[in-house]
């Protein structure tokens, strides 16, 4: 009779599980009426739940590719492309991660609390001056065609010159900070949260479409763990958990959540910031592989991508109204809405192998600004995570060489002028590692 006892141990959590959640779908599902289902999709919040991600998933893509325009090649510049890739052994750890983080905020938020705030914050202010420099800069060039505004300032000697955007940009962080530690308002956390999301979007890259789904379907299968699943080893909802004691047992919000009251039927909407940053990378690297290979982004990758996306949000909240109010994972949803339309249209379009190994497609030939221009044409084939070669060509001439100097067309053509003791430096580095010292912004979309 053992191997019958063993049989219904390991079949009785399951089922009764399982009925349990069959039981309490059907109480729940007697309790919505029409009335309600529609001011709930027709509320302002939902419309938001959809816009506001999209916003700032658009913006940190932009940014991916605007950081690097007109930057001097460096060695640090090249260090820093490389720190910020996403490979597949990082993607694989990124759950375990945020595994061990969520146990440790189940158990010890009270220790833990106050330290993740202050990290918070100070992140916060750095995403938000990451946003709003280029704001502050294009309005101070608009005042320049009419005013003479000088491009720095010379403060104290012990601060030395700084930027005139500065002037600006301090005071209203500081004026967002204090805001926040007196009001602990919802639409300040909410500045916060998005700017970090920003932030986090236009430093770190997906190089590839393998990663991306790398990624992604780990957090799907990570996800539903802790929203379903957790309560059988841990007797509670971990992460529903965590998410309560957070917004109720203390004076200040986590600037981790977007916040947003529904005005029609009462209450709010939260979404985690994972929510927006994991399918995000996915929707960047289409937005910079649609630059690179088409020039612009009509009928491309990443408008395909982002009508997914808010597809898989309207799903979550259908979900979430038809299940009234029952925690939703919504990377259930966002997953296979933005994979699947991404592989069908590679597939279509004969590009999915492109897609797949991160190549940027042809590269097309530079012409020359100058009489005596020293270019470097290079073009990633394979997966930047791997060890595989990048296929490139020199072209050099005769004269005088310009100061190193990175030019990102429109297009996203990719042209490095050298001087001959960089090229010489460069030709050896590439002999020795030709990943490490491969162009980054070809390399790696």
């Not at 069959?22 to 959809?50: G, H, N, Q, R, S």
């Not at 940190?60 to 490389?82: D, H, K, N």
């Not at 700084?162 to 007196?182: C, G, M, N, R, Y």
């Not at 073009?379 to 001439?397: C, Q, R, V, W, Y």
Request: with cysteine; proline share 5%; aromatic share 12%.
């Amino acid at each position: 009779s053992s191997p019958f006892v063993f049989l219904l141990a390991v079949v009785h959590v399951p089922v009764r599980f399982s009925l349990r959640l069959w039981i309490t779908l059907e109480k729940m599902a007697a309790v919505i009426t029409l009335d309600f289902a529609l001011k709930y999709m027709l509320d302002p919040a939902t419309a938001a739940l959809v816009i506001i991600p999209l916003l700032t998933i658009f913006y940190g893509a932009y940014r991916s590719i605007s950081i690097y325009e007109g930057a001097t090649v460096t060695p640090e510049l090249r260090e820093l492309q490389r720190q910020s890739v996403v490979v597949p052994k990082t993607a694989v750890c990124l759950p375990i991660i945020g595994s061990v983080i969520l146990i440790v905020l189940f158990f010890f938020l009270n220790l833990v609390y106050y330290l993740l705030l202050l990290l918070l914050l100070v992140m916060a202010m750095v995403a938000v001056s990451f946003v709003l420099w280029p704001i502050f800069s294009f309005l101070l060039n608009l005042v320049r065609r009419v005013v003479n505004v000088p491009q720095n300032l010379a403060w104290l000697r012990c601060i030395g010159t700084v930027d005139t955007e500065a002037l600006f940009v301090i005071p209203v962080i500081s004026a967002l900070f204090v805001a926040f530690l007196w009001t602990n308002h919802w639409l300040i956390s909410n500045v916060f949260a998005l700017s970090i999301g920003a932030f986090g979007l236009s430093l770190l890259r997906v190089p590839s479409l393998k990663v991306a789904t790398i990624m992604l379907i780990i957090f799907f299968a990570y996800d539903i763990f802790w929203v379903f699943f957790s309560q059988l080893i841990f007797g509670e909802n971990v992460m529903k958990q965590v998410a309560m004691k957070v917004a109720t047992q203390y004076k200040w919000k986590l600037p981790m959540t977007v916040i947003i009251p529904r005005l029609l039927t009462g209450g709010y909407s939260l979404l985690g910031m994972g929510d927006i940053l994991l399918p995000g990378y996915l929707l960047c690297f289409l937005y910079r592989f649609d630059r690179k290979n088409s020039g612009g982004l009509k009928c491309g990758y990443f408008i395909n991508a982002c009508i997914g996306y808010a597809v898989g949000m309207l799903l979550t909240l259908i979900m979430l109204l038809a299940l009234n109010g029952m925690a939703q994972p919504a990377l259930t949803y966002l997953v296979p809405c933005t994979l699947a339309p991404t592989f069908l249209m590679g597939f279509m379009r004969k590009e999915l192998q492109q897609l797949w190994k991160g190549s940027t497609g042809t590269v097309r030939k530079v012409p020359a600004r100058s009489a005596d221009p020293s270019s470097v044409e290079m073009e990633a084939m394979g997966d930047s995570s791997s060890s595989s070669s990048s296929s490139s060509s020199l072209s050099t001439n005769s004269g005088s060489h310009p100061p190193s100097s990175l030019d990102i067309s429109a297009v996203g053509d990719i042209e490095i002028q050298l001087s001959p003791e960089e090229r010489e430096e460069r030709e050896s580095s590439l002999k020795a590692d030709p990943i490490a010292f491969a162009n980054p912004f070809s390399d790696h979309l």
